[in-house]
């Protein structure tokens, strides 16, 4: 535990803190000084020797299931599923956790639309994960804050057909009203942890914040999903260049960067677990993505549609009002320099030589 002046500064914790958004928040929240534990079984992610920065030194913790980095500052990785541990595990292992200041709740099986869609029963285990954890996250004061991640999934997918969608604004999820049918087994889980999230604030007093992020992507994200598998491709210059479905489909995309400095912001104004987008309101379709990829790389290409390939809703795209107007936030980093900096990093990750003026 650290301390800033003479105010006891409790650690944070971050669950799925090795996957593509837990791993930003965590060097995040190191770089703000904090001491950080995170909760992982790295059924997805990596183990943080891979991705934090040098002057880390990994030693052997309290237990054999944890590793200590201790570098300018100290992260604490717990390695184990997280539903078992929250849901008796902790104790039969003989785990002592800290009492957390700020907790953000990462750890869920997500995968893209290939897992969303192909295997909707594996992905049903965030229900239990979170339920799991909101359990624990209320009990005994071990959690000062807590920010869920939700999704924009969460939303009616009626609204988001290529006939009549809209920019989705919070208010279209109303509960105890109208909450018509959320995108898979992954939407209603998240509708669900919303819910506890209200549960938790309302019954318990529990500081909880949701936020339904839109299609957050990053240099270090995963090429199963789309923004850093189009860039591989256009890295290497395929030609055509392929996209999935039509590729008239559209998404409304945020850098993750942006997304941290979001969720920050929320945990400070929301605490009555009501949920905030992360979106920029701007609807971009897969073609569009393509074409904005094959020029920042600098050749010409047509973009070719895979119509076998899982597609998912029409037209998912954030109404910004409440972000903007409410919370004071807009993404600061648009498209065309997210995109770019995707870029740089696939063709690094496939060693491609940058071009100049490319
Ligand atoms: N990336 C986005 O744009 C986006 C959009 C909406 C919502 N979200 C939500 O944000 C959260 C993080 O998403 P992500 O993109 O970082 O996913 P990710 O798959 O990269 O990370 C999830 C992490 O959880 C870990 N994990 C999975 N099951 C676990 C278990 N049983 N015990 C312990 N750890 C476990 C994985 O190993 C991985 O490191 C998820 O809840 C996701 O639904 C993300």
């Known amino acids: 535990m650290s301390t800033q002046g003479n105010t006891e500064v409790k650690p944070c914790l971050i669950t799925g803190g090795c996957g593509f958004v837990g ?62 541990l929250m849901a008796g595990g902790l104790d039969s292992d003989g785990i002592q956790l800290p009492k957390f ?86 939407g209603w889980s998240k509708l669900t942890g919303e819910y506890l999230a209200r549960v938790a604030a309302e019954h318990y007093g529990l500081h909880v914040a949701c936020v339904r992020p839109f299609s957050g992507y990053g240099e270090d994200q995963d090429e199963s999903y789309p923004i850093p598998a189009i860039a591989a491709r256009a890295a290497r210059k395929e030609s055509p260049i392929t996209v999935w479905g039509s590729g008239l489909q559209g998404r409304d995309f945020v850098h993750i960067q942006d997304c941290i400095d979001f969720m920050l912001l929320v945990l400070d104004k929301i605490s009555d677990g009501s949920a905030a987008n992360i979106g920029s309101g701007q609807l971009t379709n897969f073609r569009q993505v393509a074409a904005l990829f094959v020029e920042l790389a600098g050749y010409e290409t047509e973009v070719k549609p895979l119509v076998d390939k899982p597609v998912g809703v029409h037209s998912r795209y954030g109404d910004p009002t409440f972000s903007r107007e409410v919370l004071g936030w807009e993404p600061k980093i648009s498209i065309r320099e997210g995109f770019a900096r995707v870029l740089a990093e696939a063709r690094k990750r496939h060693g491609i030589a940058d071009e100049v003026g490319a």
């Open 101 to 186: 200041g700020d907790v953000f709740h990462f750890a869920a099986v997500v995968g893209g639309r290939a897992t969303i869609e192909g295997n909707p029963m594996a992905v049903a285990i965030d229900l239990a994960m979170d339920s799991c954890m909101f359990n624990w996250a209320v009990r005994d004061g071990n959690v000062e804050r807590m920010l869920y991640p939700s999704s924009s999934a969460a939303y009616p997918i009626s609204m988001q057909e290529s006939e009549g969608h809209v920019a989705l604004k919070e208010s279209d999820i109303e509960f105890g009203g109208a909450l018509g049918q959320p995108d898979m087994t992954y």
């Open 23 to 84: 791993r930003n928040m965590t060097l995040r929240q190191l770089s703000m000084g904090k001491e950080v534990w995170v909760i992982d079984d790295l059924s997805t992610g990596s183990d943080p020797s891979e991705w934090l920065p040098e002057g880390y030194q990994q030693q052997a913790g309290q237990h054999p299931s944890i590793t200590v980095f201790q570098g300018p500052q100290k992260l604490i990785f717990l390695k184990g599923d997280l539903l078992r």
